[in-house]
């Protein structure tokens, strides 16, 4: 009875890699590249494949596009998943990082906004807000825009009709 109970805790469900083009399937487009072969070795622990068949399973959850331009290495044909991560992280990270869009192109961006954009209901000033935070993106986390202008740039933003009526409700002090 005890060796019976040993043998169901010591029992481990093995899955198989996803079939390509499942939902749970990880796919390659060039985009997210580190999510991607993250993804990917966390599919293989499940399956209990080891990481140093990976670079002969990658390929068939890539893009035809990308396949076309990274097929030709002979790294896909070897077994060391280092250096394969490696080699694709190196070809495709740069898509992955974040644009850092000059205080300049914020300013034209909130003048046509305040200019040609709408706000009379909750849901646009939530996209208004969603999409200054994403023009602003990281211009005062790197220090290109002090906090005050940032405000200024986001209140230039809001339709002018809006903005009249908000600056007639700011007391003087302010």
């Known amino acids: 009875m005890a060796a019976d109970l040993e043998q ?15 939902a749970n399937a990880p796919y390659f487009k060039g985009k997210q590249v580190s999510d991607f072969v993250d993804s990917l070795e966390v599919h293989a622990d499940q399956a209990g494949i080891d990481h140093t068949q990976l670079p002969s399973h990658l390929l068939c959850y890539t893009h035809c596009m990308v396949r076309c331009i990274i097929e030709c290495s002979p790294i896909w044909q070897g077994n060391d998943w280092v250096a394969a991560r490696t080699y694709l992280l190196g070809l495709y990270s740069s898509n992955d990082e974040t644009e850092v869009l000059s ?32 023009v602003s993106g990281n211009l005062m ?6 906090q005050t202008d940032a405000n200024l740039y986001f209140y230039r933003g809001i ?6 009526k908000i600056w007639k409700k700011i007391s003087a002090a302010n």
Do not use: C, D
């Open 103 to 134: 205080a300049e192109y914020l300013r034209l961006w909130t003048e046509k906004h305040g200019k040609y954009g709408r706000i009379t209901f909750l849901q646009e000033v939530n996209r208004y807000f969603r999409e200054y935070t994403q």
């Open 8 to 22: 169901v805790n010591s029992f481990m469900m093995q899955v198989l890699m996803p079939t390509l083009g499942s």
């Open 159 to 164: 339709p002018e009709a809006l903005r009249k």
């Open 141 to 146: 986390a790197l220090n290109r825009l002090l």
